[in-house]
């Protein structure tokens, strides 16, 4: 039931955006502030690829240890790199893809005493939006981008298992390339809230 779900709400919102794109091509040319508008970029026009490098804080709650579930553990946080790449077929329009992988185990503070779980990696994708923009100056300007993913985490079972996230982003452009950003994740299937931020290019 969620996997329909997270497929309705990635639908709905592909057909919202794509009927915003006529509404768009009447936005005023001088506002600095636009709602799901596919105006032109301030970086080059034939740019349509962002690579960046950062970090992911995941605050993980799930653990294959009932005795941590039944005792309402404190979930501490766990950093890991992200690896982040996004296609922009339209300028309101992105597709990312993400590789995250932990640099330290899971770990759960249950009565008083630190539990360790190892922490799987994992890679994603999905269809994000630009949902709104504010331009700073000519050169640089404010974007936040929203959409459904969907990840696949490699268990130490070495069993796949996949996972719908929610996810959004802040990202600050400046020149032609340059790519600043602080976002927030949640995966409804393993429960688990990620901050991630970063710095990366356009090409």
């Known amino acids: 039931m969620k996997i ?15 009927s915003q794109g006529e509404k768009s091509e009447r936005t005023p040319k001088n506002s600095r502030f636009s709602f799901f508008s596919s105006e032109e970029d301030t970086t080059d026009l034939k740019s349509n690829f962002e690579l960046s490098f950062g970090q992911n804080l995941l605050f993980i709650s799930t653990s294959q240890q009932n005795e941590i579930l039944q005792n309402e553990s404190v979930v501490l946080a766990t950093s890991s790199v992200l690896f982040f790449s996004e296609f922009r077929p339209r300028k309101v ?5 993400f590789l995250n992988i932990a640099t330290e185990s899971k770990q759960f503070l249950v009565n008083g005493n630190l539990v360790y779980e ?4 994992t890679i994603g994708t999905g269809l994000v939006f630009k949902v709104m923009d504010f331009k700073i100056d ?5 974007e936040l981008e929203m959409g459904p ?18 996810a959004s982003r802040i990202k600050i452009c400046r020149g032609e390339n340059f790519v600043m950003y602080l976002g927030v994740n949640y995966s409804l299937g393993v429960k688990a809230f990620g901050l991630m931020y970063g710095t990366g290019t356009v090409f």
């Open 4 to 18: 329909l779900n997270f497929i309705l709400i990635q639908f709905f919102l592909t057909s919202f955006v794509f």
């Open 93 to 97: 329009m992105r597709i990312p893809v």
């Open 138 to 142: 000519k050169k640089s300007k404010i």
């Open 118 to 121: 190892k922490a799987s990696p």
């Open 149 to 166: 993913l969907v990840s696949m985490i490699f268990n130490t079972s070495h069993s796949v298992r996949f996972s719908p996230i929610l």
